[in-house]
């Protein structure tokens, strides 16, 4: 077996360690690191005038998502030149802990299930995994939102992993998952970070924008769903972020629900564009079809990246 195809084995078990393991609290997790330089970096360097907190901002984006691609690629290297199995077990783990599909379905089923207990315990366990105000959900918008968020994170934890994965190897599924940290943490519209974390937004924007439309498409096929694939096409582009519209309207084509609409963050109502018009009540089985998709959609991402490294009509170096 040559350098490529234990590359696309190692991927191959660093999925299905995700999907045996999740995120267990008891291990130390690469994105932990990360959101630790990105505290430290912000506190040092988010202060003065907007030029400079642009600058600054810039500068602790690239450096860390361009030192994060640098310090695995040596890893990875050394690891290969050490023994072809020590090269592959860092890439197993690499991919394990860059991935997330276990995690997010464990998440939105435990909403469901804390739904069959009480609203209460909806609403707090929705608060876990999403951004907004919970305290005054309904049980449809819990579960919703709980869909609305299992979507896009289909894409940010999945399909744009591996695609970088398929296109620079381990260090640019770490790279990626640098910039998704910086979009989180400091990627707002507020007084302190709207120009420190512009770049890091504008960087999350460009690294999705291709995972994204492949995520709505991927959903759509796998599901058979012709509905699906006009939901995309009609609303992909309404959402707020370039991206983030796309996941979400090929599940609502998917299922035939609705989306969107206003939300609540931190006490201020924010207006959003409605993601389809049937604004049918979204019963408690449904989590068992989005989690089918999911998993389809995670197992083709997974073969079709494994492919790229065994079957691409050039030679990728083994990163």
Known sequence: MDAPQLTASALGAGYLLDLLLGDPAWLPHPVVGFGCAISLGERSLNRGGAVRRFLCGTLLALGLVGGTFALTALAVHWAWRAHPVAGAAVVAVGVFFGLANRTLIDEGRAVFASLGWSLDAGRRRLARIVGRDTARLDAQQ???????????NLNDG???????????????????????????MIAHRDARYEWFGKTAARLDDAANFVPARLTALLQCALAGSMRGFAFVARYGRAHSSPNSGYPEAALAGILDVRFGGPHTYDGELVEKPWIGCNPRLIGAGEIGLVVANNHAVAVVAVLATAAVWCFAPFRLPVL
Request: aromatic share 14%; charged share 15%.
């Open 142 to 152: 819990v579960r919703t939102a709980v869909f609305e968020t299992m979507a896009e």
């Open 158 to 184: 999945v399909v744009a992993p591996l695609f970088w994965f398929a296109l620079l190897g381990l260090p640019g599924l770490m790279a990626f998952k640098m910039v998704n940290t910086l979009d989180s």
